[in-house]
């Protein structure tokens, strides 16, 4: 039983460059959520898609987008990178069937803006 | 904020102790769950207590949840040099029906000394 994937495991960029981070969900789960953890910080909720739609969002700026795809595999956009947005995305994956309560996460996405 | 905020934010102690770490938030809950995170790579579950819970347990863990006072504990009892890692509270909330929130804390740095 496959869990959370991430891809890619590491990503370089420069600042005003755009990025996407990809995520497939543990098998029979239905939503996703991303997270930023900032080095030394806990991981800060930055949306939740189920059903093909944003369905909550966390305090972060329109520069930061989303989808997901039928297959409930989902993405993330980030537009214009600034210094500031250098951390591990954590994308985490849960189920309707599980009231959506307890969250599995991945490996996530290192990424280094310069 | 809603943000919990763990106490203490490092811990240091010999394998075979036990390990207490404390979480307090600012706001009604849904759930509190723990997580454990080895060298800032991804998430993992270790138990979640519910809003209605004083109390529960999972192998070598025992989570404690008192609302009235808004906080929760984690022991970890017969630490081993495994159990060295970040331990993150997380609360859970409802904004809207259908989706979870969660909002984590800073962490407990663990470190198990042989």
């Known amino acids: 039983d496959a869990g959370v994937t991430q891809s890619p495991t590491h990503l370089i960029k420069t600042r005003g460059q755009q990025v996407t981070l990809r995520c497939s969900p543990k098998?029979?789960?239905?939503?996703v959520s991303w997270y930023q953890q900032a080095l030394g910080q806990g991981p800060q909720f930055i949306f939740q898609?189920?059903?093909?739609?944003?369905?909550q969002r966390g305090n972060f700026p329109d520069r930061f987008s989303g989808h997901q795809f039928p297959n409930y595999s989902s993405e993330l956009n980030v537009n214009a990178l600034l210094l500031g947005d250098s951390a591990l995305y954590l994308c985490?994956?849960?189920?309707?069937?599980?009231?959506?309560?307890?969250?599995?996460f991945g490996p996530g996405t290192r990424l280094l803006v310069l | 904020s809603q943000q919990g905020e763990e106490d203490p934010q490092a811990l240091s102690i010999q394998e075979g102790e036990n390990a207490t770490m404390n979480c307090s938030y600012k706001?009604?809950?849904?759930?509190l769950q723990w997580y454990r995170q080895n060298s800032g790579r991804g998430l993992v579950h270790l138990i979640l207590?519910?809003?209605?819970?004083r109390e529960k347990h999972s192998g070598r863990l025992r989570v404690t949840l008192d609302t009235s006072k808004k906080s929760s504990s984690l022991l970890i009892t017969a630490s081993r040099a495994a159990d060295t890692a970040s331990y993150f509270c997380?609360?859970?909330?409802?904004?809207?029906?259908?989706?979870?929130?969660?909002?984590f804390g800073q962490g407990t740095r663990l470190t198990i000394n042989p």
């Open positions: 207590i519910r809003s209605n819970e």
């Open positions: 098998s029979g789960h239905d939503t």
């Open positions: 985490a994956s849960s189920s309707k069937k599980g009231m959506r309560e307890t969250q599995y």
């Open positions: 706001t009604s809950i849904n759930n």
């Open positions: 898609y189920y059903e093909e739609e944003e369905r």
């Open positions: 997380a609360t859970a909330y409802r904004p809207i029906q259908g989706a979870q929130k969660l909002v």
